[in-house]
Nanobody, 124 residues
Framework: QLQASGGGLVQAGGSLRLSCAAS????????MGWFRQAPGKEREFVAA???????TYTDSGKGRFTISRDNVKNAVYLQMNNLKFEDTAVYYC????????????????????WGQGTQVTVSS
């Protein structure tokens, strides 16, 4: 299971750090990703990290978001800085097979384990 946490209400320009704690699986064996879903919109990719540490981000997140993993703590994190109103969404963490190539991690269909979401609300 994956348990996301760390969401909340923050003013535009602020920061949040989302955490995704794993139980029953070893994060180090998976590629991990973060997705988000805003009201009335489809779930969209945010960031991902391969087993070996390579990362990828959407253009909107580059320079503002940082995904990282701690295999000892069996967790993945998403540091979000300079948050914007349009970042408001429910954020989900997910796990994909460890062999996944970076480009495939943009697609939700490659992930087979999903956590529940954590709400991020950015006030303008």
């Amino acid at each position: 299971q994956l348990q996301a946490s760390g969401g909340g209400l923050v003013q535009a320009g602020g920061s949040l750090r989302l955490s995704c704690a794993a139980s029953g699986l070893t994060v180090g064996n998976y590629a991990m990703g973060w997705f988000r879903q805003a009201p009335g919109k489809e779930r969209e990719f945010v960031a991902a990290i391969r087993r070996v540490g390579a990362t990828t981000y959407t253009d909107s997140g580059k320079g503002r978001f940082t995904i990282s993993r701690d295999n000892v703590k069996n967790a993945v994190y998403l540091q979000m800085n300079n948050l914007k109103f349009e970042d408001t969404a429910v954020y989900y963490c997910a796990a994909a097979p460890g062999s996944s190539i970076l480009s495939s991690l943009w697609a939700a269909r490659y992930y087979n384990i999903w956590g529940q979401g954590t709400q991020v609300t950015v006030s303008s």
